[in-house]
């Protein structure tokens, strides 16, 4: 009675009112239409577990915690392999779920509010079971720093896509659901492999070929470092084939060397998602359609790129560009209510205010934002049950 199809689960979405509806109907309008079909954009919110103990990523703070305790358990001397063996099996548990009655119950830990300045600052935090917040990874494993020498900066980030790849096994149920519906494509700020992952199962139950070509199709990925071979394949050009649908600008656990996470590499992979929002825009529609799910819009590249290519401007008044915006995310429910312009002390930043003039009813000659405040699970389920009905 805890899933999305449960009576209190779709009663609870459905109170949301004529807003959750009509999104629904919007993007199943689109989807229906394979010219005006959307562009979905999946950040880390669309690779979350469903529940404790189900497939997915755990939070991007215990994530770090846990690449923290494998950095200590090495010395100088001991490098972590930059491999792995065998298949990753690891539960995405964390020591944020706390048994109880047999069941398990989220625990949101305290934080403290200073983070850490450096890797072994951290590192030595979560020896002593202080929870020391780590703040973003590109600030963490910054090389401006005295204390992150090179060397720590690789085995610390080794560790890292150590712990990521324990999590990248099987997939979540809302990935499987996402990956059903006939998007243009999908651009991903993630580096797990489970949209690809639940695009296969639907490729392996297909009844016909026809089927299952699309299905496969949707399993393929473009994760490429160098910017030439990126647009390329981006963009075949006449009678090069379909490109990837799936697109993946920062990396893939694919190729465990591919992921970006310092802060010279994520500037770097700006232009990669420029190529691919551009080359799903095919060319300069008119009318385009953006569904943002998990993404919160606190990567500046993302965010930047999207006002460079006209969906909205940095003070969150429409672009350049018509058609409609989707924001399916918890952090939409600011947008969704009349509050101050700063959230927790920070000012807004152009996405949340452009969002926020849903209730404006904005000229038809411009970008039309859609905040829907919800988890991608809830998202994903009454999308594909409006899409199939």
């Not at 109170?15 to 919007?26: F, I």
């Not at 880390?44 to 991007?60: D, E, H, I, K, Q």
Request: hydrophobic content about 35%; overall charge neutral.
């Amino acid at each position: 009675g805890r899933g999305p199809e449960s009576d209190k689960a779709a009663g609870s979405r459905q109170s949301r009112g004529t807003l959750w509806k009509d999104g629904m109907l919007l993007l199943k309008e689109r989807l229906s239409d394979e010219r005006r079909s959307p562009i979905l954009l999946l950040g880390a919110g669309a690779s979350v577990p469903c529940a404790p103990l189900g497939a997915g990523m755990p939070r991007f703070e215990w994530l770090l915690r846990r690449t923290a305790q494998l950095y200590a358990q090495t010395t100088s001397r001991e490098p972590i392999p930059d491999s792995h063996v065998g298949p990753p099996m690891q539960l995405p548990s964390c020591d944020c779920c706390e048994p109880r009655s047999g069941l398990h119950r989220w625990v949101e830990p305290t934080y403290e509010t200073a983070e850490a300045e450096s890797i072994p600052e951290f590192v030595n935090a979560v020896a002593a079971g202080t929870l020391l917040r780590a703040g973003k990874v590109e600030h963490l494993v910054s090389g401006d720093k005295d204390a992150n020498t090179k060397e720590v900066r690789q085995r610390f980030l080794n560790a890292f896509r150590q712990v990521l790849h324990a999590h990248d096994h099987r997939f979540p149920y809302h990935s499987w659901l996402l990956s059903a519906l006939p998007w243009r494509g999908v651009v991903t700020t993630n580096y797990d492999r489970f949209i690809e992952r639940a695009a296969m199962t639907w490729a392996e139950t297909s009844t016909t070929w026809g089927e299952r070509r699309d299905y496969l199709h949707r399993a393929t990925v473009l994760s490429e470092e160098s910017e030439p071979a990126y647009a390329a394949q981006a963009d075949p050009g006449p009678g090069g084939g379909p490109s990837p649908w799936v697109h993946k600008p920062f990396g893939s656990l694919e190729r465990r060397s591919d992921v970006t996470v310092q802060s010279r590499d994520l500037d770097a992979a700006q232009p990669r998602i420029r190529i691919s929002l551009q080359s799903l825009i095919r060319g300069g529609d008119d009318d385009v359609c953006l569904v943002v799910v998990g993404q919160a819009m606190r990567d500046v590249q993302v965010h930047d790129t999207l006002v460079e290519l006209g969906f909205f401007q940095q003070d969150g008044r429409p672009g350049g560009r018509k058609g409609l915006a989707v924001w399916a995310v918890p952090e939409a429910r600011d947008a969704t209510s009349e509050v101050d312009k700063k959230v927790d002390g920070r000012e807004r930043r152009g996405w949340a205010n452009f969002m926020r003039r849903f209730a404006e009813e904005p000229p038809s000659d411009t970008m039309r934002p859609l905040p829907l405040p919800c988890h991608a699970l809830d998202f994903a389920y009454d999308l594909y049950s409006t899409w199939r009905t």
